[in-house]
């Protein structure tokens, strides 16, 4: 299973740390992404870390402000969010891939089958 946390209310500007934790599969030989989807509006992917993380994607949107990490030892999968706008304002959620050993990961999310429940971030101010 895949569990969410770190998710909260911050003003604009400020800064999130979101984790993934996994378990149940072997965190490295997947991949993993966050996606986002914010009231009235469809799930976006925003980042993801290919398997034994070897490359990293992320949504033009949060370039330069989001930088996704993976901790193997801690089965832990990172968001760190800084600069935050009201637009980043979502549910976000972790989720692992489909297919393992992939070196390029992809934010698309009909290629990923377990899912997190999602942590509310809100930034407003």
């Known amino acids: 299973q895949l569990v969410e946390s770190g998710g909260g209310l911050v003003q604009p500007g400020g800064s999130l740390r979101l984790s993934c934790a996994a378990s149940?599969?072997?965190?490295?030989?997947?991949?993993i992404a966050w996606f986002r989807q914010a009231p009235g509006k469809e799930l976006v992917g925003v980042s993801c870390s290919s398997s034994r993380g070897t490359s990293a994607g992320y949504a033009d949107s949060v370039k330069g402000r989001f930088t996704i990490s993976r901790d193997i030892a801690e089965s832990t999968v990172y968001l760190q969010m800084n600069n935050l706008k009201p637009e980043d304002t979502a549910v976000y959620s972790c989720?692992?891939?489909?297919?393992?050993?992939?070196?390029?990961?992809?934010?698309?999310?009909?290629?990923?089958?377990?899912w997190g429940q999602g942590t509310q971030v809100t930034v407003t101010g």
């Open positions: 149940g599969f072997t965190l490295d030989y997947f991949d």
């Open positions: 989720a692992k891939s489909k297919r393992s050993f992939q070196e390029i990961c992809s934010m698309n999310s009909a290629g990923y089958d377990l």
